[in-house]
């Protein structure tokens, strides 16, 4: 068990909707970094918060945005899904930037329908 | 560029054994780390390992090794006698930390599938 939480565990929606996955990070961890898992794209950084603010942002669509909130925790939002957003949405955490290791959350299951 | 190569699409090996798999990475930063995670069929991602740019030392943990070469950027993944529990897909992965970069995003490989039969 690595520490990190994810919310909810799978999610089926249909063509056009919005959701939001939600990750708790380890304990005392600053940073919160977003992946997804998809058979095209394989394994790729969506987008890195530290602290509140956001840090880094890779190959997220404007359709997607994020947060993390006081309390630490982020969510993803996805909006006006398409088929191609079906994937494995991971989240992980780590101390600070720049260490190095990350903490991956068990991951959330996008099927859209 | 950064990018991190796993040319072995799929593996499939007999119990016990030796296999290895093979990661080619690209980066023009001086400092950068390199990871190892093992995804097995239930899909979390699982650490095994971080190497930084400046330790080209091997490292065995039990019937794991690594060995990192800088001259070829490369960094290969052994496992000694394998058994059926190493069936997974493994990803070999860089942070580049060199110059104006203020993240320390993953960059993955493809992944190599290995199937270990008994």
């Known amino acids: 068990d690595s520490g990190v939480t994810q919310t909810p565990k799978h999610l089926i929606t249909a063509t056009g909707q919005r959701v939001t996955l939600r990750c708790s990070p380890r304990s005392g961890d600053l940073s919160v970094y977003w992946y997804q898992q998809s058979l095209d794209q394989g394994l790729q950084f969506l987008i890195q918060y530290y602290n509140g603010e956001e840090r880094a942002k890779g190959n997220i669509l404007e359709r997607f945005s994020a947060q993390q909130f006081p309390d630490l925790h982020s969510e993803l939002n996805l909006s006006s899904l398409e088929l191609g957003d079906s994937a494995l949405y991971f989240c992980a955490s780590s101390v600070a930037s720049g260490q190095g290791r990350q903490f991956f959350g068990p991951g959330t299951r996008l099927t859209v329908l | 560029a950064q990018k991190v190569t796993q040319a072995q699409t799929e593996i499939s090996v007999v119990e016990k054994e030796d296999v290895t798999l093979d990661c080619v990475y690209e980066t023009r930063d001086t400092t950068y780390y390199l990871f190892w995670y093992k995804q097995p069929p239930s899909g979390e991602l699982v650490f095994l390992i971080r190497?930084?740019?400046?330790?080209?030392q091997n490292e065995i943990s039990g019937r794991y090794s690594w060995n990192f070469q800088k001259s070829t950027s490369s960094f290969n993944f052994t496992i000694t006698a394998s058994q059926v529990v190493d069936s997974a897909v493994y990803f070999c992965a860089l942070t580049p930390l060199g110059g104006s970069y203020n993240t320390d995003k993953l960059i993955f490989g493809t992944g190599t599938r290995l199937q270990v039969f008994p």
């Open positions: 190497r930084n740019s400046f330790d080209e």
